[in-house]
């Protein structure tokens, strides 16, 4: 069993930044995908960012493009994903999963675990 725990979340103005950080309980092995979902209310959650542990390649959807970075830190436990020129759009609460390899990166039935989520508040 693996828990996930993800900080960093609050509240910024529109164009500000954030940083978020999971953290896995114990060790995940190489090649294995870690992923950032969010979910606004009223809406389904949709895939962010996702990363491949060891190699770091890495996916984006479309609307974070060039705003969003996902990284995984020195600390082979940890992710972050760095939040630039927020938009009130990237409003809602953000979940960290935890994958074996897949090419599906997006499809969250895929993901055996899951974090709590931490909020992001983007305001005008």
């Known amino acids: 069993q693996v828990q996930l725990v993800e900080s960093g979340g609050g509240s910024v103005q529109a164009g500000g930044s954030l940083r978020l950080s999971c953290t896995a309980s114990?060790?995940?092995?190489?090649?294995?995908?870690m992923a950032w979902f969010r979910q606004a209310p009223g809406k389904e959650r949709e895939g962010v960012a996702s990363?491949?542990?060891?190699?770091?390649?890495?996916y984006y959807t479309d609307s974070v493009k060039g705003r969003f970075t996902i990284s995984q830190d020195k600390n082979p436990l940890t992710i972050h994903l760095q939040m630039d020129s927020l938009k009130l759009e990237d409003t809602a609460m953000y979940y960290c999963?935890?994958?074996?390899?897949?090419?599906?990166?997006?499809?969250?039935?895929?993901?055996?675990?899951w974090g709590q989520g931490t909020q992001v508040t983007v305001s005008s």
């Open positions: 990363i491949y542990l060891g190699s770091h390649l890495t």
């Open positions: 999963g935890a994958a074996g390899y897949s090419t599906t990166w997006s499809d969250e039935r895929i993901y055996r675990y």
């Open positions: 114990r060790y995940i092995p190489n090649s294995s995908l």
